[in-house]
């Protein structure tokens, strides 16, 4: 083990020397740039034996990752916002086509108008589209996080975004615990494709035009192999911990035993919701919260465990689904909870565009619940929070 | 020089059976082209007729390994497919030669695939890209591309009652890849089967990007009869409408048909010729618009003695 001080992007690029990748197409966007150029640094000095592909376009990355992973390399890459929402086409024929394809998401804002900071609507806005959702909440989550995507991708047979947020855990200079190259190396093993596009010998024929006599069931296949991946990013949390000595579940709870009031989020503001529920222990109020790590597949009975005996939730969305009762993690965590639990759920909307949220901030979250539960009565079910 | 005796012994890479209309350019030229190379070929395909009518599942007409991901970006796909086999080759996995080939319409490639398209070129990924062009996005029922001849009456340039169809000459694609400076660049046409297996043998053993821009009549959106395919394509030729040549190392040379228009060993035919035997240039020969035909002719006159300029004419 090595303790290093690395801000997200470098840990990014460091996981990704130690893994060695067979093919990596990457494509600069703020704030993920560091973590490719780190990388085209280890090309250039020969510490990995990746065939760098500088792609023209997001658009492209993605594409020439589809194109590598159908080849049968082990291949990855990273993105933000724009970057992300320019491979949305993509997304979706890499998680159909099965491409075990693992891509850093540094959470950033949509535009418009434009804004380089953190937000989650980028990958918010690729829920969908087949690809198994990790957020981490620092640096080290996030170095861990890639190393165990690796591993859940191949067994999945489905791409993994690991995510984290923008400036907030990409541009911060924190201690990362690194494992040993040999470590990682025998940790993710050697990728074996089951139908490799270069075998020449046997051809195959990948991306064929699937019309309503079989389209369905390819369907019903994504959709049975993102359930099966639930246990796998257990399994692999479980083997991590081994050799990490960290252990990685669905989410991780916070004071939320004999809590009547948790607040849920995910990614940096996790850490804030911590502290502000310690302080609000202090002045008596039974707090707790609940990160959540996997938002896809959503681990809905994780979720009902954790909160069944809470009486109100306060769900955290760092992005908006305009038009929606509420943001995505609110829907779902509701729907989670239906016949399950009598609590009230409600939700704030927050830290858009990088909009700075403090222990002030949740402490007031936690009030409204306080008064929610003593009251049962809800003033809002939805609303912004640090908003002018 | 290609004899047809020793073509039609070779394997076929594209099975019959696919669902192209009959009279359809795309596979001639497919089979045209495979057949220029005895190494393994992976081929990567964008979205338009050939992929669709070729791969309907469980079948597939493909007896080499072939990808389809989307339509703008048959030079991406492949592009990670060929940086995926440099190492593989690089870590000993794999030792064998292969070559790697994108196929896309007009559409695919002059208009929404450009970008993927100059980009792989660009950063030097060894394949050869083909683009067949038929004019028009066909598969989504005869719209105007950017490779469309001013005057075609299509789906989204319909020939109206005030406007003649079309009316932008297409851009010269095959000049905008030749400006990339790539190793290898060339028009062909499927009538003259031998130049264009020729040029694909070239292209296959050249290392590095390779272009090939080929003229792809379509019986559907062209409005001609499905036996006429082929004369159509050497019409074109024939025409200096679609003039054969090459440019290797950013040398310029003419080439077959052509090269004998420019030597004066063969007329060069009017370009009415080739108009007259399509649907889709019909309304050109009614009284209101027949005044499109010489401006057609003198573009036509006015590119052909720029490329043979170029060409040492
Ligand atoms: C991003 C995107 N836009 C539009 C389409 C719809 N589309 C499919 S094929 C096609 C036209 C193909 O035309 P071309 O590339 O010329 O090939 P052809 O069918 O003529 O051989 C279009 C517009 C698509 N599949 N993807
Ligand atoms: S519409 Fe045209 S290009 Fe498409 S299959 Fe038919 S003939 Fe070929
Ligand atoms: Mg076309």
């Known amino acids: 083990m090595k303790i290093l001080g690395m ?8 996981a990704m020397k130690q893994i060695n990748p067979d093919v990596v197409a990457g494509y600069p966007i703020t704030p993920q740039t560091i973590a490719i150029e780190k990388f085209s640094e280890y090309v250039a000095d020969g510490e990995v034996d990746t065939e760098f592909v500088a792609v023209e376009s997001e658009h492209s990355a993605m594409s020439a990752c589809i194109g590598a992973s159908a080849s049968g390399g082990r291949v990855m890459t990273s993105t933000a916002s724009a970057g992300l929402a320019f491979m949305w086409e993509m997304l979706y024929v890499a998680a159909s086509t099965r491409l075990p394809i693992v891509m850093n998401v ?42 165990q995507a690796v591993k859940i991708a191949e067994s999945a047979g489905l791409p993994v975004m690991p995510c984290f947020d923008g400036f907030i855990v990409s541009h911060a200079v924190e201690r990362v615990e690194a494992l040993d190259d040999e470590k990682v190396k025998n940790f993710i093993g050697i990728y074996k494709s089951e139908h490799p596009l270069l075998d020449v010998e046997n051809p195959v024929t990948y991306g064929p035009f699937d019309m309503y006599d079989y389209y369905m069931e390819h369907k019903k296949q994504e959709h049975e192999a993102m359930k099966a991946a639930l246990k796998i990013v257990k399994d692999v949390g479980k083997e991590y911990e081994k050799i ?38 202090k002045k ?30 306060a769900v955290m969305d760092r992005c908006d689904s305009f038009g929606a009762f509420g943001g995505p993690m609110f829907s779902e965590i509701r729907s ?53 | ?58 079948y597939t007409s493909w007896k080499i390994p072939w990808i389809h991901s989307a339509f703008e970006n048959a030079a991406s796909t492949i592009a990670g497919v060929e940086a ?91 000049e905008i890849m030749a400006a990339h400076k790539i190793p290898y660049v060339a028009q062909g046409s499927p009538g003259f089967y031998n130049d264009l297996i020729a040029k694909a043998g ?26 006429k395919t082929i004369e159509i394509s050497k019409k074109a030729v024939e025409t200096c409408f679609w003039p054969l040549y090459e440019v290797e190392n950013n040398e310029y040379r003419l080439t077959g048909i052509s090269k004998l228009i420019a030597e004066g060993k063969k007329e060069k035919l009017p370009i009415v010729e080739y108009l007259k035997m399509q649907g889709r240039f019909k309304h050109l020969f009614t009284e209101k618009y027949k005044h499109i035909i010489p401006e057609i002719q003198s573009r036509i006159d006015s590119d052909w003695g720029i490329l043979k300029k170029k060409c040492g004419y």
């Open chain 1, 284 to 313: 008596g109020i039974n707090a707790g919260s609940l990160k959540l790590r996997l938002f896809r597949p959503f681990p809905y009975e994780d979720i009902r465990n954790a909160l069944k005996n809470v009486k109100a939730i």
């Open chain 2, 84 to 174: 995926c086999y440099q190492v593989l080759k690089r870590k000993g996995k794999i030792n064998r030669e292969i070559k790697f080939v994108a196929f896309a319409g007009d559409g695919g490639t002059y208009d929404i695939g450009i970008q993927a398209l100059s980009g792989a070129a660009e950063r030097g990924h060894d394949f050869l890209y083909v683009c067949f062009n038929n004019e028009a996005y066909m598969n989504t029922g005869i719209q105007r591309s950017s490779a469309t001849p001013m005057g075609a009456s299509t789906t989204t340039s319909p020939a109206g009652s005030v406007i003649p169809g079309k009316k932008e000459f297409p851009k010269d694609l095959t």
């Open chain 2, 1 to 58: 020089m290609v004899s047809l005796k020793e073509l039609s012994k070779k394997e076929e890479k594209l099975a019959s059976g696919h669902r192209l209309c009959a009279g359809c350019a795309e596979p001639i030229i497919v089979r045209q082209i495979l057949s220029a190379t005895d190494e393994p070929v992976i081929a990567s395909n964008a979205t338009g007729c050939l992929e669709v009518a070729t791969t309907i599942y469980p």
């Open chain 1, 336 to 388: 989670a909870l239906y016949k399950t639990s009598d609590a009230e759920v409600v939700n704030y909307i927050y830290g858009l565009g990088g909009r700075d949220v403090t222990t002030n901030h949740i402490k007031k979250v936690i009030s409204d619940l306080n008064n929610i539960s003593t009251t049962g009565k809800v003033k809002e079910y939805v609303q912004y929070l640090g908003v002018r």
């Open chain 1, 244 to 281: 990490s000595g960290r252990s990685y579940d669905t989410l991780s709870e916070h004071r939320l035993d004999d809590a009547e009031l948790a607040v849920i989020a995910l990614g940096s503001t996790a850490g804030t919701a911590r502290e502000a529920v310690d302080e609000m222990r």
């Open chain 1, 106 to 147: 540094m959470n950033r804002a949509l535009s418009a108008p434009i804004n380089i900071h953190c937000d989650h609507s980028d990958s918010m806005g690729a829920r969908d589209s087949g690809w198994i959702q990790i957020y981490g909440e620092n640096v080290q989550e996030g170095y861990d996080n890639i190393i």
């Open chain 1, 7 to 14: 801000n997200g992007d470098n840990a990014v690029a460091y």
């Open chain 2, 202 to 227: 070239k292209a296959f053993s050249i290392k590095g990007p390779k272009f090939m821009n080929v003229i792809a009549p379509c019986p559907r959106g062209w409005r001609h009869p499905t036996d």
